[in-house]
């Protein structure tokens, strides 16, 4: 037999064990929002295995230092979580930052994968790869059908370079690296940084400090009108493991949108948080922020099919959301 398809062959047949509650599990990022809630639900799966670094043990920047890490403790499994993420003022202030820190990481990661011959790798991309004014809902076949969103294009390319080096390797060295693009993200652990951060924990802050202040105004970004999708992280994780356990490259194809399948405006979203935070003022919008995307809505049919969908509400993962910033001021 020719000797790529033996090399297939036998990748092949080690994948097909499925993980296991003992196998060696590396989950790069672990502290951010998705890689927290992703260690939550492997330990709630009773995975008893699962390896760390913080980013000053192991800077996956470091291309020598994350291959003798993953030759050092050849994991399984690897759920790549770690990324340089930001709201879209992060990605249209440091542009170089974004591509350079997701380039490397990700590259880093998955060429040192494939070295240590492990088993599946998880890699996370962003709903940021479909084209500006894609169809929507946007399905896996819109991908490089147009221009992208300028404010957060250098990382959209990054995530695109991530989706092909999976699919690259998958098909030359028949390797089992699975990409998913999740839509924004919200829930416990996330980042409320004012400046940085995304819309929905930058509302939650904005009105919890108006309503203490007893400010009668708060300042949302943009005009409004942009249409967003949002996605509890818990369900994120719970959507990744259950790809991780049951579904493998060759039946996800080249990635797989992880989304709800519903969006709303940004006023909307604003009103919504408003009625959990308890805040009475008026909301006024500043037209010199960016709007961004005019809509970003995922069609979920292909992760339906493979077996999954979201199960928290918008009105209860804001609860939750405002919950865990609570606890987070308490502290
Ligand atoms: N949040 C969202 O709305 C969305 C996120 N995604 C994707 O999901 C994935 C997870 O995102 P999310 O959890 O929100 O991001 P977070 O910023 O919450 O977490 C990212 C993690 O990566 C770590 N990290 C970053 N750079 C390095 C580095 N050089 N070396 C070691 N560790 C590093 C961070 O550690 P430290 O903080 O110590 O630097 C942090 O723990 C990313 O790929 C992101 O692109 C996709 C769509 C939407
Ligand atoms: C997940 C995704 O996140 C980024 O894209 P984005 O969807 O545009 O992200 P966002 O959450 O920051 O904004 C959504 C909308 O909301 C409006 N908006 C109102 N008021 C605030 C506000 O106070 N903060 C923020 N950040 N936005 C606000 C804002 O003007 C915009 O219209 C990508 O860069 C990229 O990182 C990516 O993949």
Same mark, same amino acid.
């Not at 639900?41 to 390896?51: E, F, H, P, S, T």
């Not at 009108?225 to 990744?240: G, V």
């Given at each position: ?12 047949? +080690?994948?097909?064990?499925? &993980? ?8 790069? @990022? ?14 709630? @799966?009773?995975?008893?295995?699962? +390896? ?16 003798? /890490? ?16 930001? %709201? ?9 930052? /974004? ?29 940021? +790869? #479909? ?13 490089? *059908? ?18 092909? &080096? ?7 060295? %028949? ?7 999740? *839509?924004?993200?919200?829930?416990? %652990? ?12 930058? &509302? ?17 970004? @943009? ?31 080249? /990635? ?22 308890? #805040?009475? %003022? ?50």
């Amino acid at each position: 037999m020719h000797y790529v398809a033996v090399k297939v062959l036998k990748r092949l047949i +080690i994948m097909s064990e499925g &993980m296991q509650s003992e196998s060696k599990i590396y989950v790069a @990022g672990h502290r951010g929002l998705v890689g927290s809630a992703i260690m939550r639900r492997l330990k709630a @799966g009773g995975y008893l295995n699962i +390896i760390t670094r913080t980013h000053a043990e192991l800077d996956l920047i470091d291309q020598i230092a994350v291959t003798d /890490f993953l030759a050092q403790e050849n994991p399984d499994y690897v759920f790549l979580a770690a990324a340089k993420v930001g %709201g879209i003022l992060a990605n249209n202030t440091y542009p170089a930052d /974004f591509i350079y820190q997701n380039l490397m990481i990700q590259s880093n990661i998955i060429h040192a994968a494939f070295l240590s011959k492990i088993k599946k790798l998880l890699f996370l991309g962003s709903s940021c +790869i #479909y084209p500006k004014f894609a169809p929507q809902p946007m399905n896996e076949d819109h991908l490089l *059908t147009g221009i992208l969103e300028p404010t957060n294009e250098p990382y959209a390319i990054a995530k695109i370079a991530g989706i092909k &080096m999976c699919s690259s390797y998958n098909r030359q060295y %028949g390797t089992n690296f699975i990409s998913v693009m999740p *839509t924004n993200l919200y829930g416990p %652990g996330d980042n409320y940084d004012l400046q940085n951060s995304h819309v929905m924990p930058a &509302m939650i802050r904005k009105m919890h400090e108006a309503k203490i202040r007893g400010d009668t105004k708060v300042c949302v970004w @943009g005009s409004g009108s942009p249409r967003r999708e949002f996605l509890y992280n818990e369900d994120m994780a719970d959507a990744c493991v259950f790809l991780m356990e049951n579904r493998d490259a060759n039946e996800i194809g080249e /990635f797989v949108n992880i989304g709800v399948g519903e969006d709303l405006t940004i006023r909307e979203l604003a009103e919504k948080v408003s009625r959990v935070v308890g #805040y009475h %003022g008026e909301l006024v919008f500043d037209t010199s922020k960016p709007d961004g995307t005019p809509q970003k809505l995922l069609d979920v049919k292909r992760l339906n099919k493979l077996g999954w969908r979201s199960k928290t509400i918008l009105d209860e993962g804001i609860k939750l959301a405002y919950q865990d910033f609570i606890k987070g001021q308490c502290v």
